[in-house]
């Protein structure tokens, strides 16, 4: 069996050839290995390294601080984000093993667990190509693990900090309060201290983060940033099942309304059921909320996948399935 940091060093490795084939791959194909949104980036951070507005760039619609993120990109060398990147892949991975050791597993299935991310090739492939998804990973991944440690504080942080990265972590709020209510020192109060130091740490950031933000790029910042997602349709690369209604919705005007509510009813509906039900098996819980929610979404593209895949592995452990039933699911 190999160590863990012999693992993180071999998916390392896998990742550093990735991104060395994909810089050769560039420059002798027109195809290009490095996905479109990795030059929407670099061109809002260009727009930022050059003091103007990251929404220069038409399509950017991501928060700021993402650009910020990458300025290196313009100023230092064009793979600096991959390599970003890629770090947060090999973090995800680390805090993965982290997560399995502290909820008691044993150090092999700790390892299987962070293997099953770390040598995906659904993960490695994402992040070398340039999508920003795996810094939104660690940062999940740091708030469940300090849900798990009763820090509520940073627990709230990150998740306020993942939530203005990606609007979607908004539902991990719910089962994380429940968990802090019941399932802790302070267990049997619906209302408690980690609970208020939970909320207090999430609101404070958001409004820090929104307000700083805003002051700076106004309402541009609010609409691109969150509002355009939720009247977002996209019928080009698209996995959702109401990819083809939404297609032909395009020319139907009558009744869209009514096609929006009727797609969220299910997934609202069972997130929160799952929220109820599963709150205690915290990390279960939040992989089944992202899968419905990846599911039952009116656009759901590749890097969606990612959502749940870095959740997954934290609940490999507790799965009790015959040969007959995995080959069932697979």
Same mark, same amino acid.
């Given at each position: ?11 390392? /490795?896998?990742?550093? *050839?990735? &991104?060395?084939?994909? !810089?050769?791959?560039? =420059?002798?194909?027109?195809? %290009?290995?490095?996905?479109?949104? #990795? ?29 910020? @993120? ?20 090999? $973090? ?13 597993? /044993? ?10 991310? &770390? ?5 490695? *492939? ?10 939104? *990973?660690?940062? $999940? ?8 440690? !009763? %820090?509520?504080?940073? /627990?709230?942080? +990150? ?5 203005? &990265? =990606?609007? #979607? ?6 089962? $994380?309060? @429940?968990?802090?209510? #019941? ?10 201290? %980690?609970?208020?130091? +939970?909320? *207090? ?25 969150? &509002? ?35 797609? +969220? ?11 109820? %039900? ?19 979404? =009116? ?23 015959? @040969? =007959? ?6």
């Amino acid at each position: 069996m190999i160590s863990l940091n012999q693992l993180l060093l071999l998916s390392l /490795s896998i990742r550093t *050839g990735l &991104l060395v084939y994909g !810089e050769l791959h560039d =420059k002798a194909s027109l195809l %290009k290995y490095t996905d479109v949104d #990795y030059r929407v980036f670099t061109d809002a951070a260009r727009h930022i390294v050059n003091g103007n507005s990251p929404y220069q760039r038409l399509t950017y619609r991501y928060t700021p601080l993402l650009a910020l @993120l990458l300025q290196p990109n313009v100023v230092l060398a064009s793979w600096f984000g991959k390599l970003l990147f890629v770090a947060g892949d090999i $973090i995800i991975g680390h805090l993965t093993y982290l997560l399995l050791t502290c909820g008691g597993h /044993s150090h092999k299935s700790s390892l299987i667990g962070a293997a099953m991310w &770390l040598l995906n090739p659904i993960s490695a *492939g994402v992040s070398t190509r340039g999508n920003a998804e795996s810094l939104l *990973g660690w940062v $999940i991944l740091l708030a469940v693990y300090f849900a798990k440690k !009763e %820090k509520a504080m940073f /627990s709230g942080i +990150f998740l306020s900090l993942a939530v203005h &990265l =990606k609007l #979607y972590p908004i539902i991990y709020s719910l089962p $994380i309060f @429940l968990y802090f209510a #019941y399932c802790t020192a302070d267990q049997h109060r619906f209302v408690n201290m %980690k609970n208020l130091q +939970f909320v *207090g740490a999430f609101l404070l950031l958001q409004v820090v983060l929104l307000g700083f933000f805003y002051h700076i790029y106004g309402y541009q910042f609010v609409y691109e940033t969150y &509002l355009y997602h939720f009247i977002r349709s996209d019928t080009r690369h698209n996995f959702s099942p109401y990819f083809y209604v939404l297609y032909l919705q395009k020319y139907v005007i009558e009744g869209a309304s009514i096609l929006r509510f009727i797609s +969220f009813l299910p997934q609202a509906l069972l997130i929160f059921v799952f929220s109820i %039900k599963y709150f205690s098996q915290l990390e279960v819980c939040l992989t089944l909320q992202t899968i419905v929610f990846v599911i039952f979404n =009116k656009v759901s593209t590749s890097q969606y996948f990612l959502w749940y895949l870095w959740l997954v592995p934290l609940t490999y452990p507790s799965l009790r399935l015959s @040969l =007959k039933e995995s080959t069932a699911l697979a």
